[in-house]
């Protein structure tokens, strides 16, 4: 892969420069152009700032071609040959990402222009630095045993995904203080048939950016909460394809960001299919209060219209019963009631 050398080289060229007469424009020796010419000698930031400045050639290009040209180095250096690279890309889920239109490839056919596309794609620096950058920013939640590195991956490009499709999305300022506000609107819209766009832009009202997307297959991410800045930020999947369900994930973000809002600064929570007790209890308490529950329970043959009149859906109630063993998750009632989000 060449570096900025002969780039230069074809320009000095084409504008009939001698090398000679650059080099003592840059204040450098020639000797020292011509490494820089045959890609033999790093150029410092200082050197691309003044070839820059002489040449009108974006400094910003200058940086990249001669990093993308260290990264190829590296990368033959540690895998020897492409071949090597394309299975380190194969671990990274590249295909998966590219036909979900995560992001598109420069030059397809190039593992080494691939792994740079990748790169560029995580925000990271170096993916060898993946490891350590998921062990102090992230939060990996489940019931037992360990999350393996591989579905740690690809929850990281799913939550890296979101945050590059918010991007430079205006919302409101984040009040702490009208969060009930959102938690009543979010009992009227509830009612309503699920509408993924109606859901983001009252969220997006309340300060909060709210995020709707599937993640890659096989990986079994519900939600996601952190803060960038002072924006709390909620990241959602449609999992479990049910509405019952996707509300007990969005109001357990919603605790989180309650709770843990400076917390959230410093990691990303991602949950997996767990539980997690207090947080859990909120969501359901949230979604049919406590005291209207008992009513329900304690009015059994009433239940529905107990619900209704409390902006309870009956995909929650039963959902509910279900959750609470009173009820199987098979029963007709059950089946009857579900709401699939399409």
């Known amino acids: 892969m060449p570096g900025f050398g002969s780039m230069l080289k074809d320009y000095l060229e084409f504008y009939k420069i001698s090398q000679s007469d650059f080099a003592d424009r840059l204040g450098i020796t020639q000797k020292h152009m011509n490494e820089i010419i045959n890609g033999k000698t790093k150029i410092s930031p200082e050197l691309m700032v003044c070839i820059s400045l002489l040449t009108d050639i974006d400094v910003q290009f200058i940086l990249r071609v001669e990093r993308d040209k260290e990264i190829y180095e590296e990368l033959m250096v540690k895998y020897k040959n492409e071949k090597e690279v394309q299975k380190i890309l194969t671990s990274y889920h590249l295909n998966d990402m ?39 920013r992230y939060a990996f939640k489940k019931a037992s045993g360990e999350i393996s590195r591989d579905n740690k991956i690809k929850m990281f490009f799913w939550v890296r995904h979101c945050e590059l499709l918010t991007k430079g999305i205006e919302v409101c300022d984040y009040d702490s203080a009208k969060l009930n506000d959102l938690i009543s609107e979010l009992k009227i819209e509830r009612m309503k048939k699920f509408d993924k766009e109606r859901l983001v832009k009252l969220f997006n009202r309340y300060g909060i950016i709210l995020c709707i997307e599937d993640a890659l297959p096989g990986t079994k991410v519900r939600g996601c909460a952190r ?43 991602v ?39 409390n902006n309870i859906p009956l995909c929650f109630l039963y959902s509910r019963l279900a959750y609470d063993k009173k009820i199987s998750y098979r029963s007709s009632e059950y089946q009857k009631y579900k709401e699939v989000i399409e």
């Open 271 to 309: 949950e997996n299919d767990y539980v997690e007790r207090e947080v859990d209890t909120r969501a359901l308490d949230l979604m049919i209060e406590p005291k209207i529950y008992e009513s329900i329970l304690n009015n059994y043959s009433d239940r529905e219209r107990i619900a209704l009149d």
């Open 98 to 136: 590219v036909k979900r239109n995560w992001f598109k490839l420069k030059l397809s056919s190039s593992p080494i222009y691939n792994y740079i596309d990748l790169l560029d794609y995580s925000g990271i620096s170096n993916l060898n630095n993946m490891d350590s950058y998921l062990e102090k």
């Open 227 to 269: 803060v960038m800045i002072n924006t709390p930020c909620i990241y959602m999947t449609t999992y479990k394809k049910e509405k019952s369900s996707f509300y007990y994930t969005l109001y357990h973000e919603l605790m989180h960001v309650k709770t843990d809002y400076n917390k959230l600064k410093k990691k990303v929570m």
